[in-house]
């Protein structure tokens, strides 16, 4: 209350006049806010209230900006005139005018329907209570009906009551257990507590509704120590919407299988044609007879025609000796064991078979005509040793 209203004649009263055309027994109730927002430095600001020319109460003075409220405990009604008159006159001791920072006034509109059910009032109030719900929910939850709670639903009959409660209480950071007062609202058909934080078990009352098919509608917190189940035929929004679930899962999980066995085919495919390129290559450069690497397959017979029955070592490797041989076509190479990768790099001997008879073992390559690393490194049995710059 920081502004305030007052005559625009200081010496006169400050004053308001409700025409009531329709019914001059109309009733209303008023509220009147009074706050001083001046500092009055010494001066008096007081006045009477009248309605209809009539004192209302004893002389108001408005404390420094702090709020009080007058208000009407009884209905009040126009006069034969068809109109309210409300004033606010300056005491004969005020030095100031009168003053007002809000006045509320509430007409009562008879309705043709009773009340809500007192027991659903009750159970509905209780849980606002309890939960500390911050909602804007004052009077009856169903009447008038244009202006129900908001989230509430109710029945239309003669003496309403509660029948759904979807969406206020979802997401509304409520704590605790569930409260037997939902057990209290006994047309309650639809209730969503999702998006809470609530624990424990659920009422068993609110469990039979559940089961006797009252309350057809339930959406719960995970944290929730309960599984229910609806009977049959009783099954409502959520059956709905758990079959649609389902059909759902079942679509992705068959679209997962399909698209595995479509990539597993695609794999076994390929690997078998990767198989028979590699079979064709193998054949092709085995025909041509030159020096090419490869995986070309030996018997022993043919690794010991090639050495020489292993007349001439020149070294000794990982696995063990290596001798100098020559192919059929006169090629020259050298022969070692076990080591079966393909050579690629343009600083390595390319391999060019290997054999792989029984207890025999062996791997054919291209012969270096300068010797080994080692030997290049070391100076031994060459003339052309690495200086540091070529070692480097």
């Given at each position: 209350?920081?502004?305030?209203?007052?005559?625009?004649?200081?010496?006169?009263?400050?004053?308001?006049?409700?025409?009531?055309?329709?019914?001059?027994?109309?009733?209303?109730?008023?509220?009147?806010?009074?706050?001083?927002v001046e500092d009055?430095?010494?001066?008096?600001?007081?006045?009477?209230?009248?309605?209809?020319?009539?004192?209302?109460?004893?002389?108001?003075?408005?404390?420094?900006?702090?709020?009080?409220?007058?208000?009407?405990?009884?209905?009040?009604?126009?006069?034969?005139?068809?109109k309210l008159s409300?004033?606010?006159?300056?005491?004969?001791?005020?030095?100031?005018?009168?003053?007002?920072?809000?006045?509320?006034?509430?007409?009562?509109?008879?309705?043709?329907?009773?009340?809500?059910?007192?027991?659903?009032?009750?159970?509905?109030?209780?849980?606002?209570?309890?939960?500390?719900?911050?909602?804007?929910?004052?009077?009856?939850?169903?009447?008038?009906?244009?202006?129900?709670?908001?989230?509430?639903?109710?029945?239309?009959?003669?003496?309403?009551?509660?029948?759904?409660?979807?969406?206020?209480?979802?997401?509304?950071?409520?704590?605790?257990?569930?409260?037997?007062?939902?057990?209290?609202?006994?047309?309650?058909?639809?209730?969503?507590?999702?998006?809470?934080?609530?624990?424990?078990?659920?009422?068993?009352?609110?469990?039979?509704?559940?089961?006797?098919?009252?309350?057809?509608?339930?959406?719960?917190?995970?944290?929730l120590s309960v599984?229910?189940?609806?009977?049959?035929?009783?099954?409502?929004?959520?059956?709905?919407?758990?079959?649609?679930?389902?059909?759902?899962?079942?679509?992705?999980?068959?679209?997962?299988?399909?698209?595995?066995?479509?990539?597993?085919?695609?794999?076994?495919?390929?690997?078998?044609?990767?198989?028979?390129?590699?079979?064709?290559?193998?054949?092709?450069?085995?025909?041509?007879?030159?020096?090419?690497?490869?995986?070309?397959?030996?018997?022993?017979?043919?690794?010991?025609?090639?050495?020489?029955?292993?007349?001439?070592?020149?070294?000794?490797?990982?696995?063990?000796?290596?001798?100098?041989?020559?192919?059929?076509?006169?090629?020259?190479?050298?022969?070692?064991?076990?080591?079966?990768?393909?050579?690629?790099?343009?600083?390595?001997?390319?391999?060019?078979?290997?054999?792989?008879?029984?207890?025999?073992?062996?791997?054919?390559?291209?012969?270096?005509?300068?010797?080994?690393?080692?030997?290049?490194?070391?100076?031994?049995?060459?003339?052309?040793?690495?200086?540091?710059?070529?070692?480097?």
């Amino acid at each position: 209350m920081v502004t305030a209203a007052r005559p625009s004649n200081e010496s006169e009263p400050w004053g308001i006049n409700l025409v009531i055309d329709d019914d001059p027994a109309r009733k209303f109730y008023m509220y009147m806010h009074f706050a001083e927002v001046e500092d009055l430095k010494g001066e008096i600001r007081e006045f009477t209230i009248f309605m209809n020319d009539e004192p209302y109460g004893w002389p108001v003075v408005p404390r420094f900006l702090f709020t009080d409220t007058i208000y009407s405990k009884y209905s009040m009604s126009g006069s034969t005139l068809k109109k309210l008159s409300i004033s606010l006159k300056r005491t004969n001791r005020s030095t100031l005018p009168p003053i007002i920072n809000a006045m509320e006034m509430y007409t009562i509109k008879e309705l043709s329907q009773s009340s809500s059910q007192q027991s659903d009032v009750d159970a509905i109030k209780r849980i606002k209570s309890d939960y500390a719900v911050s909602r804007n929910w004052q009077g009856d939850p169903c009447l008038p009906m244009e202006y129900q709670w908001d989230g509430i639903t109710c029945t239309h009959n003669t003496s309403p009551a509660i029948i759904s409660h979807c969406k206020n209480l979802s997401s509304s950071n409520l704590f605790g257990n569930i409260l037997p007062s939902f057990s209290s609202l006994k047309s309650l058909q639809n209730l969503n507590l999702t998006g809470n934080n609530l624990t424990g078990p659920v009422p068993q009352a609110v469990i039979d509704k559940f089961k006797d098919g009252i309350l057809r509608s339930w959406r719960k917190s995970k944290s929730l120590s309960v599984s229910l189940m609806p009977r049959k035929g009783g099954g409502g929004e959520d059956e709905v919407l758990h079959s649609v679930l389902i059909s759902i899962l079942s679509a992705i999980v068959l679209l997962i299988l399909i698209t595995a066995f479509v990539i597993f085919i695609r794999k076994l495919t390929k690997r078998k044609k990767t198989k028979a390129t590699t079979m064709e290559t193998v054949t092709e450069c085995s025909k041509e007879g030159s020096l090419k690497p490869g995986n070309f397959e030996f018997s022993f017979s043919d690794v010991a025609t090639i050495t020489n029955n292993f007349s001439r070592p020149i070294g000794r490797g990982g696995f063990g000796n290596v001798y100098v041989g020559n192919l059929a076509d006169g090629t020259q190479v050298a022969v070692k064991a076990k080591l079966l990768t393909r050579i690629h790099h343009k600083n390595l001997v390319n391999l060019i078979g290997y054999c792989n008879d029984g207890t025999n073992m062996a791997l054919i390559y291209e012969y270096m005509f300068n010797g080994n690393l080692q030997q290049n490194l070391s100076g031994r049995e060459t003339a052309d040793v690495l200086n540091w710059k070529q070692r480097l």
